[in-house]
């Protein structure tokens, strides 16, 4: 069964810092992993989605990246901004009959102004 | 777009009765996804649709949850008789494609439910 890990559970940093949230998953055999942002009382919003091929993508101030051999992802947010405080989850595409989103528990950021 | 649609945002029910949650995806969207919240659990998939006929309910903690599609725009999620332990933050998800494609879920804002 995949199990999805995330640390840290919280991280509170000062605006202006470039931090990195990581991610690791137990079964090498996915399809995808996506990073998902979750704000206070709202549904989430996908922010990034790497097919098991690639090794990063970008969009803005977030990269993320993929190593599937050693079951690793990051998602690197540049120069923070108290907007980016939210809750980020990661989630992996797992292969089968059909497949399913496995979710991390999540990282609670702060970026204080 | 509206996006995914959930109602009611917040239910506040007893012990025992009955709870309906419903979901509106988006308009051309024919994957949909009911996921649960907690704090001890984090999201998990409960069941999902495609094309209104549902592909996997293992996610279903018990007989107590059910979930219909009658049609593309609308879905609801059952649960009777409730108990203090289903309350959880319900999300509703929608994607093109099939629930094989490889297209990111939207997901709505999902509905609060505390059983007392």
């Known amino acids: 069964k995949q199990e999805v890990t995330q640390i840290p559970a919280a991280l509170s940093v000062p605006e202006g810092e470039n931090l990195v949230l990581n991610c690791s998953f137990t079964d090498s055999a996915i399809y995808n992993l996506q990073w998902f942002r979750q704000d206070p009382g709202k549904g989430l919003t996908s922010l990034l989605l790497?097919?098991?091929?690639?090794r990063e993508q970008t969009s803005g101030r977030l990269n993320a990246s993929l190593d599937k051999s050693s079951g690793r992802s990051t998602l690197y947010i540049a120069a923070s901004q108290p907007g980016d405080s939210a809750t980020y989850l990661c989630?992996?595409?797992?292969?089968?009959?059909?497949?399913?989103?496995?979710f991390g528990s999540g990282t609670q950021l702060t970026v204080l102004p | 777009d509206a996006g995914v649609i959930q109602s009611p945002r917040h239910e506040v029910t007893e012990m025992g009765q009955e709870v309906t949650l419903r979901c509106k995806p988006i308009?051309?969207?024919?994957?949909l996804f009911w996921y649960r919240q907690t704090m001890m659990r984090g999201l998990e998939l409960l069941i999902y649709?495609?094309?209104?006929?549902?592909?996997?309910d293992s996610g279903m903690p018990e007989d107590r949850f059910s979930a219909k599609m009658p049609n593309a725009s609308f879905s609801t999620l059952k649960i009777q008789p409730s108990e203090p332990r289903d309350s959880a933050v319900y999300f509703c998800?929608?994607?093109?494609?099939?629930?094989?494609?490889?297209?990111?879920?939207?997901f709505g804002p999902g509905t609060r439910l505390t059983v007392l």
């Open positions: 998800a929608s994607k093109t494609g099939t629930p094989l494609s490889t297209d990111t879920q939207y």
């Open positions: 790497i097919q098991s091929s690639q």
């Open positions: 308009s051309g969207h024919n994957s």
């Open positions: 989630a992996v595409e797992t292969s089968g009959s059909a497949r399913q989103l496995t």
């Open positions: 649709f495609n094309n209104n006929v549902p592909i996997d």
